[in-house]
T-cell receptor, first 116, second 114 residues
């Protein structure tokens, strides 16, 4: 069964600290993995997209890693800011070569709270 | 450059009613996907429209249907509403139906069923 699991469910850190969010997946055949940031009451915003051959991708203070062998990804946030408080969602896409279609499997997200 | 716009922002219906939600994609995008997000959960894929046809569908009953217009805008229709249909409905647009294209999400329609 295709699944995406994220940990921790929630996290509280102090402003200026770093943190790492985890995503484990059992999705096949793998196409790509994305991290989204979702502010409360808003739609998700894409942070990174990684294909099978990419193992690191950065977007400002956000750095995502991908280990396709162990089927794990992480999102590292450096020097956190109050505006980083949000849910972070991991999404894995599976491609069916037979039908040519894609499936998007979302994790339930990690809720990050940054305190002053 | 307008991003993805959804209407209405909030909606209250009762069980058994029907609802239509609307989405205008980001300028230049031709593919629209719809998602259902229950409180505290990740979005669940409903279906995707490209070239005015449903290209793929998630695990949702036939009560959920959609349409895409020649200007690429889209509607999501839900019939015979159930209490469990209460959720945030998100629309995402992209250029082409390939999954490696970045999706841009709207801020959603919050649907409450009484």
């Amino acid at each position: 069964k295709n699944q995406v699991e994220q940990s921790p469910q929630s996290l509280i850190i102090l402003e200026g600290k770093n943190c790492t969010l985890q995503c484990n997946y059992t999705v096949s055949p793998f196409s790509n993995l994305r991290w989204y940031k979702q502010d409360t009451g808003r739609g998700p915003v894409s942070l990174t997209i990684m294909t099978f051959s990419e193992n690191t991708k950065s977007n400002g203070r956000y750095t995502a890693t991908l280990d396709a062998d162990t089927k794990q990804s992480s999102l590292h946030i450096t020097a956190s800011q109050l505006s980083d408080s949000a849910s972070y969602i991991c999404v894995v896409s599976a491609h069916s070569t037979g039908t040519g279609t894609y499936k998007y499997i979302f994790g339930t997200g990690t809720r990050l709270k940054v305190l002053a | 450059d307008a991003g993805v716009t959804q209407s209405p922002t909030h909606l209250i219906k009762t069980r058994g009613q029907q609802v239509t939600l609307r989405c205008s994609p980001k300028s230049g995008h031709d593919t629209v996907s719809w998602y259902q997000q229950a409180l505290g959960q990740g979005p669940q894929f409903i279906f995707q429209y490209y070239e005015e046809e449903e290209r793929q569908r998630g695990n949702f009953p036939d009560r959920f249907s959609g349409h895409q217009f020649p200007n690429y805008s889209s509607e999501l229709n839900v019939n015979a509403l159930l209490l469990g249909d209460s959720a945030l409905y998100l629309c995402a647009s992209s250029l082409g139906p390939r999954s490696n294209q970045p999706q841009h999400f709207g801020d959603g329609t919050r649907l409450s069923i009484l």
